[in-house]
């Protein structure tokens, strides 16, 4: 099985925005972000289902960031807002319980 891949990470300054895309290999079902800081423990951030017509969410992604998908694409996406340096992490996509290999983010105060 292939890893899905994610890309859009990067530096952004508190306040700002990143768009995190993940690209599955074949048609997905259940999509999911995770993140992971230095020293921490991986934690849910938000799931979709296939269809999209559910989105769960943690508390501390809630009202700030928007999960969604092209199921076209085989694509998932993070539109992150209002970015705290508390959301740096290496962030990563799961499909169908299928890792991805991370991709950096860094709100910097």
């Known amino acids: 099985q292939v890893r899905p891949v994610e890309s859009g990470g990067g530096l952004v300054q508190s306040g700002g925005s990143l768009r995190l895309s993940c690209v599955a290999s074949g048609p997905p079902d259940s999509m999911a972000w995770f993140r992971q800081a230095p020293g921490k423990e991986r934690e849910f951030v938000a799931g979709?289902?296939?269809?999209?017509?559910?989105?769960t969410y943690a508390a501390s992604a809630k009202g700030r960031f928007t999960i969604s998908r092209e199921n076209g694409k085989n694509t998932m996406y993070l539109q992150m807002s209002s970015l705290k340096p508390d959301d740096s992490a290496v962030y990563y996509c799961?499909?169908?319980?299928?890792w991805g290999q991370g991709t950096q983010v860094t709100v910097s105060s």
């Open positions: 979709i289902n296939s269809n999209a017509a559910m989105k």
């Open positions: 799961n499909v169908d319980d299928i």
